[in-house]
């Protein structure tokens, strides 16, 4: 079993900053996952790995989103979470997917992405 840190990076890192997202109301990623046969019964959606590189554009120029998904088995978020803040051991799934932006941004209601040089104005309050 290999391991991995959830913490985005690229080779450089000249940008860094955070995300957040509103899952989609009526088809949201676990609902896309059920529908492609992606995801088990006994298993929740509790992360995303997104990678976007003009080298995965396709023949067409095209721009792929490659998505992986992060699947837990568990009874629900709720006792997942309870595991992850005890400092419990954390087994994923992992489910790589290529997406083009409309199926990708079809999952969310909103997505919002800072970033800043080197992360230097992250978490800050500024005046425009």
Not at 64 to 90: C, M
């Amino acid at each position: 079993m290999s391991t991995d840190t959830f913490k985005a990076s690229v080779q450089y890192n000249d940008l860094t900053g955070s995300s957040a997202a509103d899952g989609a109301d009526i088809s949201d990623a676990s609902t896309w996952l059920k529908a492609k046969g992606l995801i088990n019964s006994n298993e929740i959606l509790v992360g995303y790995e997104i990678y976007v590189s003009p080298l995965l554009s396709g023949a067409s120029g095209s721009v792929t989103i490659s998505t992986t998904f992060l699947l837990a088995a568990s009874g629900g978020i709720g006792s997942f979470a309870e595991n992850v803040r005890g400092g419990g051991a954390i087994n994923l799934r992992k489910v790589a997917q290529d997406l083009s932006p409309e199926e990708f941004f079809s999952l969310f209601k909103r997505f919002n992405v800072t970033l800043s040089t080197k992360g230097i104005l992250e978490g800050r309050d500024y005046s425009f």
